[in-house]
């Protein structure tokens, strides 16, 4: 391949990370509480029944919020089953994953288990079966700090601090079909509307996300984001995102180049806040919260690869075995949401453990890492700062995007230069790269020219890459796939040289 040139430019910035960029989502799906988290049985099980073998690798991961308890999950919840004492909570059907909820877990918990883990809880309410009455409580319940039944309700089950919650989510994927009680936007921007008002009387200081469409390739996408922010603009912070990338068509070439779509994604949803700013003739922006995202394909073919017969507990389901290609996608997506720091200021790995996750737990063993946890965990340590405009010339190539099964609306095609880049300049002047050669046969050499940024040393070097893009790591091979030094990266006069195996993800730090 050609030298392919990178220039970086001090003060020439996008804007600047926002700690919650680094969020994921803990959902009462398959086993992501039960069995993953929380599993009091567990040998490294705690006095709460919290994994600390898990807790140790969230830890490693560094997620700052967590999303939770969903998810399609939250549609069919009430708060209440998930409080007080645990002998005391009902189990249910839930009819998101056909699986019975035993609500032995619940926000209180939940709330705990964020402090031990150091990531900020972010909570959704239930719009779906429910709606602002409901939420309103759950909100009094978390945040008020004493003196009405419900707050006080708090500290007799043991909680006398408020939880402080600040950031909710206004319900999930509400224009879905398969979610309980999908609305129509003008029905769902209603009663988000009215849920608002009520819960930031309640407590002023929080922040709302608004549902946008369940996905780019909804028939409800633009139109649905234009209509729930002509009703709720004045009264959220924040409009949410959902994407899953997928390699449906086993064309990996294509499949790399589909988080490039994430980056469009964005920016449509950009427009159309602002959009509705102009015709109100305001200068608020509406932010976004990419509340949902990762690869995700194998294990949701169909409806029936969702469940398990017998409404059973916690069943293994969605459980993603991640190869070295979906991790490549993966950082893709992650080098999306850092250049668009400037409008994406929440955004949540979907999910944490088990579940789509980074994090796996099997048969009472030792958690381990699956091959996405790497680029999750690098941005998160290094993604932090002032993200830098870069001017990039790469070779390019043409594929196509889509769904050969037709189920859904997917047929984008797509010209992606072989490089895709963020560049975040951290608060002691470091410069974090992070560089994903999406040639699948040939070492990419790479030329990155620096301006004013002070960038003289190397300070490390790593890549993510294996001869086998159908690699994963596993519970008796954790280590399969897994960052290596980046060798013969060097730096003289400002101007740093590289080379990039191909199919690799790296992270070089100039110093
Ligand atoms: O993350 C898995 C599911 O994907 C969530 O419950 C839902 O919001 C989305 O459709």
Known sequence: MRDVHVRLRAGVVIGETDPRLFGAFVEHLGRCVYGGIYEPEHPTADANGFRRDVLALVRELAPTIMRYPGGNFVSGYNWEDGVGPVGNRPKRLDLAWLSTETNEFGTNEFIDWCKLAGTEPMLAVNLGTRGADSARHFLEYCNHPHGTMLSDLRRAHGWDAPHGVKLWCLGNEMDGPWQMHARTAEEYGRVAVETAKMMRWIDPSIELAACGSSGRNMPTFGAWEHTVLEHCFDHVEYISLHTYLNNYAG???????????????????????????????????????????????????????????????????????YTMADALAFGGACIALLNHADRVKVACLAQLVNVIAPIMTEDGGPAWRQTIFYPFAQMSHFGRGRVLRAEIDSPVYDTTYFDPRGEQDLYFPVTAPYLKLAAVQDQNDGVTLFALNRHLTEPMPLIVTTTGLGAKAIRAARSLHHPDLNASNTRDAPDTVRPAPLDGASIGGGTMRATLPPASWNVIRLG
């Open 251 to 321: 064309d990996v070439p294509a499949f790399l180049a589909s988080p490039d779509l994430m980056d469009n994604f964005i920016e449509e949803v950009v427009s159309i806040a602002d959009s509705v700013a102009a015709g109100k003739r305001s200068g608020k922006r509406i932010m976004l919260s990419f509340d949902e995202w990762n690869v995700w394909y194998r294990t949701r073919r169909n409806r029936d690869e969702r469940t398990l017969p017998g409404w059973p507990v916690a069943p293994p389901i969605l459980e993603e075995v």
